[in-house]
Structure formats: structure tokens, C-alpha cells
């Protein structure tokens, strides 16, 4: 299977702060890529520095096209959607309307964006039953279902999704873990996931990366990555 990102040599920095050493990573097209590793180890970075939202250097292949210096809105139109760490949802418009504003990206077709809406609510009954009530009243999970499914209206060919558990409680977090799995395996959506719930995570994915320090210290199959003693006393807990 062919890579939809191929990412070689990246770095990224903070002003004179530099996080990420030269890391090189793929993300198989159709594929589940998990990015593991300790706060601060760079995971989240990764995720901005391929958006293009702080300093960088490197390549970045995307869909083979080099997007390394392509600016963030031209990435996100060539179909990236990157959901970030505390969801970020419109908190004063309704449900239905956030899901609009998902779609902004896309040319204008009505009928297109209607029914891709009604898709979204098939994967998350919950949101429709919520459609008409305020971003900012949902709970937690419901937010980061709207998260996800507002990154869907972009139609994506690779979503970046950075700590989709951030806040849940253990129910709702395996619950968006499986929609995610329901999505990859219906949608075909490539999906780069960064995650402190390391297991999840490893059972979500096809492979991973564990990331030290800004650098790429041990990469290979999910289920490989997982039978690894050093993983398993550090991430997995036994």
C-alpha cells in the first residue's frame, strides 16, 4: 500500500526552541498511523508542523505533492483536516451550524453538503438528536464528536487527530475510539492519530511511531509496537 503522507527529516521550532530533530515517518493511504509518547516528547508539534502552523523544515509529501511551504488554508483545501487537542468547536452556534462551517472549504454545492451532514449524524446519532442546541452546552464527548464530524465536511483524504480522549471519561473515550475505527474502515479516511491512552491507541492503529525528545526512537507494526517490553512497562502499564 502506497504512503498518502511521507514525512522525512522534519523539524520545527518555537521561536529558538527547537522540538522536533529530524524525524521521518509515512502514513499509509487508507492506513492508521499512532503517534506515542510522553507530554512534551513533540507529538502535538508533529501534528502542527505538518499544517504548516509554526516554523519548519523538511518534506512533506502529501497525496505526492510537496506541501513543506504550502501555507495552512491550502493544505486544509487539499484535504487535511486537523482536529486539535480541546476540539475547538464554534461554543455560540448550534451543532448543524458548525457542521456548515466544516464544509467552508468545499465549492458551495447544497445538496452535496446536506447530505454529508446526514452522513455525519449516521455515524453520531447523538449529534443529531443535539442539532439544534449550542456548541458550548454539549458535553465533553458530544464536543469531540462534533469535532470529528466537522472535520468530515471537509470530505478529507488524512485527518490529524491530536489526544481525542483529552478530558474523557474511560466509556465515552472507547466510544469514540470505536466510531473512529467505523469511519477508517467505511470512509477509507487516512488517519494520523496522536494519543496519550497508548493502548487505545495501538488497538486503533495499523502502525506506530514512539517519539522521545522530538525524535523517532522506535517505529513498526501496532501490534509489534505493542508486544514491546519497554512500551508495555512504560506506556501500557504492565
Same mark, same amino acid.
Not at 502552523?53 to 488554508?73: A, C, H, L, N
Given at each position: 500500500?502506497?504512503?498518502?503522507?511521507?514525512?522525512?527529516?522534519?523539524?520545527?521550532?518555537?521561536?529558538?526552541?527547537?522540538?522536533?530533530?529530524?524525524?521521518?515517518?509515512?502514513?499509509?493511504?487508507?492506513?492508521?498511523?499512532?503517534?506515542? @509518547?510522553?507530554? @512534551?516528547?513533540?507529538?502535538?508539534?508533529?501534528?502542527? &508542523?505538518?499544517?504548516?502552523?509554526?516554523?519548519?523544515?523538511?518534506?512533506?509529501?502529501?497525496?505526492?505533492?510537496?506541501?513543506?511551504?504550502?501555507?495552512?488554508?491550502?493544505?486544509?483545501?487539499?484535504?487535511?483536516?486537523?482536529?486539535?487537542? @480541546?476540539?475547538?468547536?464554534?461554543?455560540?452556534?448550534?451543532?448543524?451550524?458548525?457542521?456548515?462551517?466544516?464544509?467552508?472549504?468545499?465549492?458551495?454545492?447544497?445538496?452535496?453538503?446536506?447530505?454529508?451532514?446526514? +452522513?455525519?449524524?449516521?455515524?453520531?446519532?447523538?449529534?443529531?438528536?443535539?442539532?439544534?442546541?449550542? &456548541?458550548?452546552?454539549?458535553?465533553?464527548?458530544?464536543?469531540?464528536?462534533?469535532?470529528?464530524?466537522?472535520?468530515?465536511?471537509?470530505?478529507? +483524504?488524512?485527518?490529524?487527530?491530536?489526544?481525542?480522549?483529552?478530558?474523557?471519561?474511560?466509556?465515552?473515550?472507547?466510544?469514540?475510539?470505536?466510531?473512529?475505527?467505523?469511519?477508517? +474502515?467505511?470512509?477509507?479516511?487516512?488517519?494520523?492519530?496522536?494519543?496519550?491512552?497508548?493502548?487505545?491507541?495501538?488497538?486503533?492503529?495499523?502502525?506506530?511511531?514512539?517519539?522521545?525528545?522530538?525524535?523517532?526512537?522506535?517505529? @513498526?507494526? &501496532?501490534? &509489534?509496537?505493542?508486544?514491546?517490553?519497554?512500551?508495555?512497562?512504560?506506556?501500557?502499564?504492565?
Amino acid at each position: 500500500m502506497s504512503a498518502i503522507l511521507k514525512v522525512e527529516n522534519l523539524e520545527a521550532s518555537y521561536g529558538e526552541l527547537r522540538v522536533l530533530r529530524g524525524i521521518n515517518f509515512e502514513v499509509e493511504r487508507g492506513g492508521v498511523t499512532t503517534l506515542l @509518547g510522553a507530554n @512534551g516528547a513533540g507529538k502535538s508539534t508533529t501534528l502542527r &508542523a505538518l499544517c504548516g502552523m509554526i516554523q519548519r523544515s523538511g518534506k512533506i509529501m502529501f497525496d505526492d505533492r510537496d506541501v513543506s511551504r504550502m501555507p495552512t488554508e491550502d493544505i486544509v483545501r487539499i484535504g487535511v483536516a486537523h482536529i486539535p487537542e @480541546g476540539r475547538g468547536t464554534f461554543s455560540t452556534l448550534t451543532t448543524e451550524e458548525n457542521l456548515h462551517l466544516g464544509a467552508m472549504a468545499r465549492p458551495n454545492k447544497k445538496d452535496e453538503i446536506e447530505s454529508d451532514i446526514r +452522513k455525519c449524524f449516521e455515524f453520531f446519532p447523538r449529534l443529531q438528536e443535539r442539532r439544534n442546541q449550542q &456548541a458550548g452546552t454539549l458535553s465533553g464527548g458530544e464536543q469531540q464528536m462534533l469535532a470529528i464530524a466537522r472535520a468530515l465536511m471537509l470530505r478529507p +483524504k488524512l485527518m490529524l487527530l491530536d489526544e481525542p480522549s483529552f478530558g474523557l471519561a474511560p466509556l465515552v473515550t472507547r466510544q469514540i475510539f470505536d466510531i473512529l475505527a467505523d469511519l477508517n +474502515k467505511e470512509t477509507g479516511t487516512s488517519m494520523l492519530v496522536v494519543e496519550q491512552n497508548a493502548s487505545l491507541a495501538l488497538e486503533l492503529a495499523d502502525h506506530a511511531y514512539l517519539i522521545e525528545t522530538g525524535s523517532i526512537v522506535m517505529s @513498526g507494526e &501496532a501490534d &509489534a509496537i505493542r508486544e514491546d517490553e519497554s512500551v508495555r512497562a512504560s506506556y501500557l502499564g504492565y
